[in-house]
């Protein structure tokens, strides 16, 4: 087990050394001027120059590189252009909005997807199939966006049960700020939950398939027990693969849903500081979302060795 452990600690480390070489080049490259931006068209080149030293970014990439991992590695993430607050804070205060909206959406994607698979998957061929993968093709091919309107209209417009958008704050109590998420989290869970439902569909089924399973049916186990006993659990690794790298994209596809409802979580902070040329705040942003999707995926390993013992061995 150490020796596994070990050796996805070291691609994690060596991910995330390359994620963040990527993020800082692709954002080099990019067309314009943050002190330019925010002296704006009519200032003079000396005021830009100015402000360009201020905020440090005329020193060389190959510097700027470095004290910006220097920064991360110590906390240290800088001030922001546009705001003139230290990134951490404003990261931190965003991130308390986007993780349990993301939670609260696959949540909601976990068991809706699970539940429906499962069903399909044990009424193979029948009318309760046809009508799930029915259902699940839809899901897929309608856009969250698009969606996250619809529910609005419906909720907010017809039914007036919940606000259109905008959210209050945990301070107003936890029921009312769940309320507010509600409906951005089923919309970004539709069509997570439609693509991992067909997933857990063909696992299951492919588990159904095997010898020890209808060696159980043999020994008078009910199908039942045996799908819940037997199959779910050798099913669940190419379930949980789909798991993890879905709330991956979850956290990142919270940037247009947010927009949609105007909430104010790290989405619309990286969409509105791309708008203001504020590129330390997106660099930590987009380093902060790429170490998610690494470390989760780490997770993802990590049960995949508690689940079927084989992963770790053949590893090994």
Known sequence: MSLFLFKRLITLIATLVGASVVVFLVLEILPGNAAQMLMGPDASPEAVQALAVK?????PAVERYWHWIGGMLTGDLGLSYAYSTPVSELVLERLTLTVPLALIAMSITTVLAL???IY???????????????LSQ???AIPNFWFAILLILLFSVHLKWFSAGGFSGWNEGVLQGLKALLLPAISLAVVQSAILARITRSAVLEVLREDFVRTARAKGVSRRGTMWGHVLRNAMIPVITVMGLQFAELLAGTIVVENVFYLPGLGRLIFQSIS????IVVRNCVMLLAT???????????LYAVIDPRVKASDI
């Not at 193979?124 to 046809?130: F, M, P, S, W």
């Not at 998610?292 to 990590?302: C, I, T, W």
């Open 55 to 59: 905020l440090g970014i005329d020193r």
């Open 115 to 117: 539940a429906a698979g």
């Open 120 to 134: 399909a998957a044990a009424r193979h061929n029948k009318l309760g199939d046809v009508g799930v993968m029915g």
């Open 138 to 140: 839809v899901g897929i």
């Open 276 to 279: 203001n040329r504020d590129l």
């Open 292 to 302: 998610m999707v690494v470390v989760v995926n780490f997770v993802v390993d990590m």
